[in-house]
């Protein structure tokens, strides 16, 4: 019984359906030489494996996970190309946050403080916590003394929101009910009007930098407060 | 994203086939960039429920083959022997990745083209007959007959037929 050498290869990478197989093994009990082929064909598969291996676990270089990486948009280096995502990511935030902006004027918050420590950690209490809770950017009311700028999920799975007010501004994460805050600006530099896009413009940067996707649209923002946050 | 985290996923092994196809890391890496990008601006055409993998081949297989026409045209425009020359003799690049060109890359070297296409897509990625015929759009009789040609070379230059 004769084996070409192209059913003999296709018997060692088991692309033979079972007849063939069948046919080509009792060749081979016949001729050991087959068996010796087969083996090297074997072997060749190991050996191409083996040598291509390193690539495989080799570190990504960052210019191919750059291109597919849109969660980590570099937004600090100065010369950059925008690329498709960023500009939607940018254009979803510019609107949240046109719209925390423009509604309304700023009121002074109320009385008790607003901000706490637990464990070391700065967290929102009092009427702040309160509007992080509560307040949705898309049906805050136009006098709200706390504004609500961006909420976003940051890369750990946490639900942040950015707020603003005349006192103070910043980004507050939720996390085992509480919500700790992650960026702060101090009110001061909200006084005067020139700052105020300083400081838009450093929580936008704080907020990219730290956001998993894209900012919530009015429709998840209010399912995110529906599930606790 | 699933789309981009898919072909993150992909991305070792894209890698892999483009060393293979261009026997160069920084070639190599120029060919997975010029695939992404042709990727994420063609992935409309890629169909849902259909296999990720297969797709990226053969885009990149195809854009090595354009490369490999113009880079034809360009040694048939100034010097023919150039291309023979510099193969896998070009120490500063050959240091971007840890792969030594050995006598498995020397071997494959010597392979044509559509042999060592074949044989990187079965052998080294894995892809059944049937499938590899499919990325390289080919009947699966050529593709044996290539595969068939292709190991028989290599294992005379590895002695491993010895």
């Not at chain 1, 019984?1 to 080509?24: C, F, H, N, Q, W």
């Not at chain 1, 291509?52 to 937004?75: K, N, Q």
Request: with cysteine; glycine share 6%.
């Amino acid at each position: 019984m004769t084996i070409d050498p192209e059913t003999l290869m296709a018997y060692a990478d088991g692309e033979l359906d079972a007849v063939s197989a069948k046919r080509v093994e009792k060749a081979i009990t016949a001729q050991p030489e087959l068996a010796a082929q087969v083996a090297a064909h074997r072997a060749l598969r190991a050996t191409l494996a083996d040598h291509f291996a390193p690539v495989v676990e080799a570190p990504l270089p960052d210019r191919l996970t750059a291109l597919l990486d849109d969660r980590v948009v570099p937004f600090q280096p100065a010369p950059r190309k925008a690329t498709v995502f960023q500009v939607r990511n940018l254009a979803a935030m510019a609107a949240a946050l046109v719209m925390g902006l423009l509604l309304g004027q700023v009121v002074s918050l109320g009385g008790s403080a607003t901000v706490g420590t637990r464990q070391g950690a700065l967290v929102a209490q009092g009427d702040l916590a309160k509007t992080l809770d509560m307040q949705l950017a898309s049906t805050q009311p136009a006098d709200a003394a706390t504004r609500i700028g961006l909420t976003f999920r940051d890369r750990e799975g946490h639900v942040c929101r950015s707020f603003e007010s005349p006192a103070l501004s910043g980004i507050a994460c939720r996390a085992e009910d509480i919500w700790r805050l992650k960026r702060t600006i101090d009110g001061d530099a909200r006084e005067m009007q020139a700052y105020r896009q300083a400081g838009s413009a450093e929580i936008i940067e704080a907020a990219q930098n730290m956001m998993a996707g894209a900012p919530m649209d009015a429709e998840a923002e209010r399912k995110a407060r529906q599930a606790g946050w | 994203m699933a789309f981009e985290r898919d072909l993150l996923a992909l991305l070792p092994r894209l890698r892999r086939f483009a060393m293979s196809l261009s026997r160069d890391a920084a070639d190599g890496d120029d060919l997975c960039q010029a695939s992404i990008e042709r990727a994420l601006k063609s992935r409309d055409q890629w169909q849902a429920g259909t296999r990720l993998d297969s797709w990226m081949y053969r885009i990149m297989r195809n854009l090595w083959i354009d490369e490999v026409r113009a880079r034809t045209r360009r040694s048939q425009t100034f010097v023919a022997e150039d291309a023979g020359l510099a193969v896998g003799n070009d120490g500063d690049r050959q240091t971007e990745m840890a792969v030594e060109i050995g006598n498995v890359g020397r071997a494959m070297e010597k392979l044509p083209d559509e042999q060592r296409e074949v044989i990187a897509l079965v052998l080294v990625e894995g892809f059944a007959y049937r499938e590899a015929a499919e990325i390289l759009d080919i009947p699966i009789g050529t593709l044996t007959s290539r595969l068939c040609r292709g190991r028989e070379a290599l294992i005379v230059h590895l002695g491993e037929a010895a």
